[in-house]
Structure formats: C-alpha cells, structure tokens
C-alpha cells in the first residue's frame, strides 16, 4: 500500500524559507511516478503548487514561481519542495501526492495522497 509521510513544515517570518519532505514507500520504486505538491488554506479549496515528473520535467502554478523548487531523490523514494520568500499568503496546509499519470496529478486527481504538513508565515 502506498504511503506518503510529509514533514518540514511549520512557522516561519514572511520572506524565510522552509523545505518540504515528501517519504513515498509501498512500492519498490516511485521513478516511474509523478509527486506534486497541494496545498489548502483555510476556507479555500486545495490547490496545485508543483509536480515533477519521473524525468525531471517539472510545472509550478504561477503563484509560486520562481519561489518554490520542487525535487525528487530517486534513491530515496522523496520529494522535497523549497520554499524561499515565503508570504503570508503561503500559509496553508501542504499535502505530497503521487501518481503514475502526470497530467492526472498536475489536474489534482492523483490516486495517494499524504497526511499534509501546516505551514505558516508571519506578516
């Protein structure tokens, strides 16, 4: 069963930074997967951030571009999501998700999703 486990968030001052995990087991490998990255804030619906597919390639929604770089360790099954210049307007709950199609993901549909981590930035 595939499992995904984030961690890293937290509080941080506007203008900081923060990286994301995202652990993926249940599978031999994930290199054939693509891992994004939602977020929802409160009384919001969730959002695309990123997603990186198994080549690299990758697509971030404009908010966030050039602030936020997403990554993948294929030897150990992670995700990372770097998060610079941070703003208020951040603030959300980020969720890891995977899936084998990349379009099904960066459409926000993918099959496993993660827990999520909060993240908060202070004006």
């Known amino acids: 069963q595939v499992q995904l486990v984030e961690s890293g968030g937290g509080l941080v001052q506007a203008g900081g930074s923060l990286r994301l995990s995202c652990a993926a087991s249940g599978r031999r490998t994930f290199g054939d997967y693509a891992i994004g990255w939602f977020r929802q804030a409160p009384g919001k619906e969730r959002e695309f951030v990123a997603a990186?597919?198994?080549?690299?390639?990758?697509t971030y929604a404009d908010s966030v571009k050039g602030r936020f770089t997403i990554s993948r360790d294929y030897t150990k099954n992670t995700s990372y999501l770097q998060m610079n210049s941070l703003k208020p307007e951040d603030t959300a709950v980020y969720y890891c998700a995977t899936d084998a199609g990349y379009r099904i993901l960066v459409a926000g549909g993918p099959h496993y999703w993660g827990q999520g981590t909060q993240v908060t930035v202070s004006s």
């Open positions: 990186i597919g198994w080549s690299g390639g990758s």
